[in-house]
């Protein structure tokens, strides 16, 4: 374990020194950050963030889900009135392969540091306060995205959660038990899930919404709904030097063909925004001089309306003659209106009218959203718009005007009955 | 090291035995076999071949490119007469991922039992007589085919070999390290190519030439002209979810141009016979939310002309905008017609006409050809045509017409001035 973080000072100096302690964990030797769910470079990230939030005077448990949460006062027993049910900040740690530095983590810093400046200014919180930071929100590993907060909420069976396995084919079981964890305990919390009064989630944006309005900070909407589909297709191997073209059953013509069909079918998609993507891609057995005997492509599809999604996917089937296995799908989530009414009123004094964006990526905030759980997101603006890179980026001035907004909401949240 | 193998029966009883032995060795739990060069199968392989020589009473050495070579007699001093350079019959062991079982194999072991047979029979060879096995032929684990041979023959620079690198980022320099080889030993040996008088490659046949005409085993007349392409498709790595299809820039797109491309331009190719195959593709970093940064594509073409191949090469690299790196080139290299005429006539008795085969596949033979060596080959029946695949097969019958053809051949070339 890290020895205990030293007490927070203002929050530009403590930014810069989480900020400054996070930049050297799972470095990707690609560029940017690798940190996959249960991986070395992640459960060094777990023991910063116990050690940091211990260090601010929180208390660190981790529930059946994996999910780590720093409470600022007991955590609200089972069947809680309203009236006392926890205010939550957080995000996640984990990162997709050569991910950027904020995606995720700013919003757990950033929930830290909040924590930390209302405790400095001697707030009494009338609700218990948490940080959470889930796991495995990107999915990168075990190819479920936010299986932390599915897993708590009962929206991924703990069966299929422990089958799941990543490209070494290790399971989630086995990865946990490599940690140090008991894969049985994996299981939903409907009583910590009950018990949240309200969820703010910061992120960085991952667009360019917020630049293009010339605004630091905005308010999430809407989570798009999507979904991941793995199509298998199948083929023949065969010498690629001695196997007549006629002979052939090559399923890289599918490939190659279900990657154009994706792209031109979201082009077509009529309301604008609809996007798919084939980002990854495995090939059996992947040599230079044999036809392939199977080629898994994986979907990526996304659009303001659930019927745009299944249309794409089912024009995509249709070219390649597969149905594909549905590895996950999420539908249109709204995130809680009354909430996010609360925020712009409390932040627009300060920051100016807050941008409402729909997010066309998915989140816990979404995950929660769908249990029931009234969840807002703040984002923060990305200059470059990139995402799931290196070059994903927030301005330090940017990051702490986050951390300010977070403040004020947690601090009214924290108080109102 | 394995116990010296028993001394040889009669060729069937032998074939049994040491196919057995090998059947074990190196299986792919995907299918078929894996025998990569310089890795856990492939040595013991390599300990195989010396056991089961030294068995049979011959001298096992390895040159500096790392072939085995088991001598009956004396290998030629530099500077040797014609008339007492060596006979040379062989192949390798190494395999693709999910090889067959016959594909380099078979013509090791039908080489190791064509010369247990003639010292069986007393027969007084007038030249030396040695069993090559060739190493890492396939170049499914370094990228470059037939290195052993064209090490051996300054085909292949060793500077280039050792900085060579596998999947795992691993270079030949390390790979041969750490099987207790010196990488610096490695290089060309001129006074052994200079050496061979004849080398004959019995090898199973890639393709239906053979069924169709109803013939067990054949002879091949010319090696084709084939290569290997990489094209790096680079482009930006983004979220899959958020990024705009205006704002992309996809390789994944230029991947599935190219495979479609590299088809069509076969199909269009006037001769017949053409073929190009996109058998391995690497994408970075391969997440599936994450649009890719970089695709690594690999384009294996081949025809009856060069002019063809470079044709489709070119066509390719014009539909993606990309020159790619030449990773192989192999001109047409025609087999030694003398050798053939001799072999056809001393075969045709027994196994009626020999059909000519050109093979569509790059042979150590070829490259043998290509640096001067008189070079012959023995195909042998495969019912199924599979090839690079589990389905590959031979009849034991065939397999046994292959051994006797070959112990025919050896007999009359090591007795012939």
Redesign the interface.
């Known amino acids: 374990m890290r020895a205990p973080a030293a007490p927070p000072g203002s929050p530009p100096a403590s930014f810069d020194r989480l900020w400054a302690e996070l930049a050297a964990i799972g470095r990707d030797p ?1 560029g940017g950050y690798r940190r996959h769910a249960y991986t070395p470079p992640e459960l060094e990230l777990r023991e910063w963030f116990t050690a940091t939030a211990d260090g601010y005077g929180l208390e660190v448990e981790e529930d059946r889900a994996g999910n780590l949460w720093a409470w600022w006062g007991a955590p609200p027993p089972p069947g809680v009135a309203a009236d006392r049910r926890a205010v939550v900040a957080g995000s996640h740690l984990d990162s ?4 950027g530095a904020f995606d995720g983590p700013l919003g757990v810093v950033s929930g830290l540091l909040a924590v930390a400046e209302l405790r400095r200014r001697g707030l009494t919180p009338q609700r218990p306060v948490a940080v959470v930071a889930f796991a495995d929100e ?3 590993r075990f ?1 479920v ?1 936010c299986a932390g907060s599915r897993l708590l909420t009962g929206q991924l069976a703990p069966d299929r959660a422990r089958s799941l396995t990543d490209d070494d084919g290790l399971s989630m079981a086995e990865a946990l038990r490599a940690s140090g964890r008991d894969p049985a305990r994996l299981g939903p919390e409907p009583d910590r899930v009950a018990g949240i009064g309200a969820y703010v989630e910061l992120h960085i944006e ?3 919404g917020l630049v293009d309005l010339d605004a630091p900070i905005g308010l999430g909407s809407l989570i ?1 709904p ?1 979904g ?1 589909w793995r199509f298998d297709l199948l083929g ?10 006629s ?1 052939r059953d ?1 399923p ?2 599918a ?6 069909t994706a ?1 031109s079918s ?2 077509a998609c009529g309301g604008g ?1 609809a ?1 798919a ?17 199977r080629v898994a492509a ?1 979907l ?1 599809a ?1 659009a303001d309306e659930e019927a745009d999604v299944r249309a794409m996917v089912a024009r995509v089937s249709a070219e390649v003659g597969v149905t594909p296995v549905e ?1 996950s799908w999420t539908p249109a989530v709204q995130l809680d209106a009354g909430l996010a009414e609360d925020l712009a009123r409390l932040l627009t004094p300060r920051w100016g009218a807050l941008p409402r964006l729909a ?4 989140h816990d905030a979404g995950i929660l959203a769908a249990a029931g759980v009234p969840a807002a997101m703040l984002h923060v603006r990305n200059p470059t ?7 994903e980026h927030a301005d330090r001035d940017d990051c702490l005007a986050g951390v300010a907004a977070l403040t004020d909401v947690l601090a009214d949240l924290a108080t109102t009955p």
């Open positions: 690609a997709v392969p050569r991910g990107e999915g990168s190819g995205a991952q667009g360019r798009r999507h991941r023949r191997a065969d010498h690629a030097g001695t196997t007549r073209l002979d090559d890289m013509l490939q190659a063909r279900l990657v154009l792209r979201a082009e925004g996007v993507t084939v980002g990854r891609v495995v090939v059996e057995p992947n040599a230079v001089n044999a036809i392939p005997a994986w990526d996304r590895e997010s066309g990526a998915g718009g990139g995402s799931h890179a290196p070059e």
